[in-house]
């Protein structure tokens, strides 16, 4: 799931661009307009009034299992450090 602080209108405008460049995404993104849920992950930037990139891993029982914040808009974690956490927390649920 994806979760913006974006009103509805931008997560329809962000889905049409997607679907004209023929990539439609196959997950929800919730519009957190306000950042109720963003500023309870800790990922909302009040100064900017934007959620900063963030990745939060759930594991199958609901608990946040690794959170990646990024320290600005431009920061965004390594897809290998991403695949690290994942394959650890596959290993730890068998």
């Known amino acids: 799931m994806a979760v913006t602080t ?3 209108g931008g997560v329809k405008q962000m889905y049409d661009l997607l679907a004209e460049g023929k990539t439609p995404i ?3 993104i919730l519009s957190d ?3 109720t849920h963003t500023k309870a992950f800790g990922v909302y930037d009040a100064k ?3 959620a900063l ?3 939060v891993i759930i594991d199958k029982n609901g608990n946040v299992a690794w ?3 990024a320290d600005d808009i431009t920061d965004r974690p390594e897809e ?3 695949l690290e956490q994942l394959k650890k927390l596959k ?3 068998h």
């Open 6 to 8: 974006e009103g509805i």
């Open 26 to 28: 196959d997950f929800p």
């Open 33 to 35: 307009n306000g950042g």
């Open 48 to 50: 900017n009034s934007v």
């Open 53 to 55: 990139p963030a990745i």
């Open 67 to 69: 959170t990646y914040v």
């Open 80 to 82: 290998p450090l991403i």
């Open 91 to 93: 290993s730890s649920e």
